[in-house]
């Protein structure tokens, strides 16, 4: 059986560590890869740039996308992967500090899974780490495209 993999989307070195922490905390034991920008997220997924010839199997079971990045900001990430047959089904979580209804709306207007306003207390962010592993690693059902 392969190990489900978790796309971290994430140019911020402390949130990073955060997630890191909390997944760790959370005894979530996934293998967490990390891009630090939309470019190296796009690259990623489609297997281009310094990603090219990567082993198909370690596509992601979810990404986790933050919105505002540099080279290409989340949105555009999102639209890309809907776009594209091979990552149409990937399940997408934005997971951002942004409190803009408007990031909300249009990451579910573009097909996000859900959208998860990143908690300032890290008990909240606990919480929040440990509910989206359960659902989206354990319960969620996914197919590959």
Same mark, same amino acid.
């Given at each position: 059986?392969?190990?489900?993999? *978790? !796309? %971290?989307?994430?140019?911020? =070195?402390?949130?990073?560590? $955060?997630?890191? @922490?909390?997944?760790?905390?959370?005894?979530?034991?996934?293998?967490?890869?990390?891009?630090?920008?939309?470019?190296?997220?796009?690259?990623?997924?489609?297997?281009?740039?310094?990603?090219?010839?990567?082993?198909?199997?370690?596509?992601?079971?979810? *990404? !986790? %996308?933050?919105?505002?990045? =540099?080279?290409?900001?989340? $949105?555009?990430? @999102?639209?890309?992967?809907?776009?594209?047959?091979?990552?149409?089904?990937?399940?997408?979580?934005?997971?951002?500090?942004?409190?803009?209804?408007?990031?909300?709306?249009?990451?579910?207007?573009?097909?996000?899974?859900?959208?998860?306003?990143?908690?300032?207390?890290?008990?909240?962010?606990?919480?929040?780490?440990?509910? $989206?592993?359960?659902?989206?690693?354990?319960?969620?059902?996914?197919?590959?495209?």
């Amino acid at each position: 059986m392969k190990s489900k993999i *978790i !796309l %971290l989307v994430e140019d911020n =070195p402390d949130d990073e560590e $955060l997630t890191r @922490l909390a997944f760790e905390e959370c005894r979530i034991s996934n293998k967490l890869i990390v891009v630090r920008d939309g470019q190296e997220a796009l690259d990623y997924l489609f297997m281009d740039g310094k990603y090219l010839g990567r082993d198909k199997d370690e596509s992601p079971q979810v *990404i !986790l %996308l933050d919105l505002k990045l =540099p080279k290409v900001d989340g $949105l555009e990430v @999102l639209t890309k992967v809907r776009a594209d047959a091979r990552t149409k089904l990937f399940p997408v979580v934005v997971l951002t500090s942004s409190k803009e209804e408007r990031d909300m709306v249009e990451s579910y207007s573009l097909g996000a899974n859900s959208y998860i306003q990143k908690p300032v207390d890290y008990q909240q962010f606990l919480d929040a780490v440990r509910e $989206l592993g359960l659902y989206w690693l354990l319960l969620n059902q996914t197919v590959q495209a």
